[in-house]
């Protein structure tokens, strides 16, 4: 493998370039598994676009992008890439604002290069294994460790008040408020900045958390899954990115409802 550093100005400067084209294409609003679930031109090109940059540098490596996801393929690598190209599908419809573009690099299952880039106001997250977590050239420090009753959280609020409606109403009542971006990869930026102290999603693709392993271990935060365990690429999973104290109290408030043990 090349040098990181060298690859990380390769990733940043395609970014830059691919993200152009979110004013460019005309599109048409489809439909996923359900109503809510949105899919555009643009999702599906953006994810293109980053492929085709990847693979004219590394052919031999392995892409897993929201779009082109097959359940049934093995992706096992030791050289992979998860793409969501748009995340924040529906704000990017009904605002064309908070959306970004979510990428992780894995060497040998090991998080190496992640990112999550708001196009919009130009933000690029980016982290290199063992050199922090940068905004654009801005070191991130390592948020305060503060718990429910302390901080601002967020959830991925419809499904977690259909499915966990104990959880939410707890979640509502106990934290200091609740807040919700409205993107997995926004509002977990939120956490990694300390704006939030946590961001939890009742079920998401490995595009929608791939960039959290390597954010995560820089910063001492937590990202698990609500069985105590870190998710797995290898399918949708529920999760958890907090503050050690917050996620102390997820877990006495999982325990209270007997939920998910
Ligand atoms: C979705 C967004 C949303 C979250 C969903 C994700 P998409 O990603 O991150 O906030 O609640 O679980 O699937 O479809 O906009 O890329
Ligand atoms: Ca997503
Ligand atoms: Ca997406």
New binding site residues.
Partial sequence: MENLKELDRFIKSSFRKVSKIIDKIEYKVENKTNER??VTEVDREMERLITEAIKSRFPDHTILG?ETYNPEKDYSSDNLWVI?P?????NFVKQFYD?STLLAYFENGEPMLSYIYDIKKDELYSAMKGEGVYKNDEKIETPENLGLNETLISV?IR?TYQYMPELFGKLVMEGFGMRSV????L?GIRVIEGRFGAYM?F???P??FAPYYLFCDELGLVFKNLDGETPSLSGYSNYIIATSKVYEDFKKILDELGELK
């Fill in positions: 679930d949105l929201e969501d748009i995340d924040g599908t529906t959306f991925d499904r409205g993107g997995s990869g509002d999603n079920s998401g693709g595009w929608d």
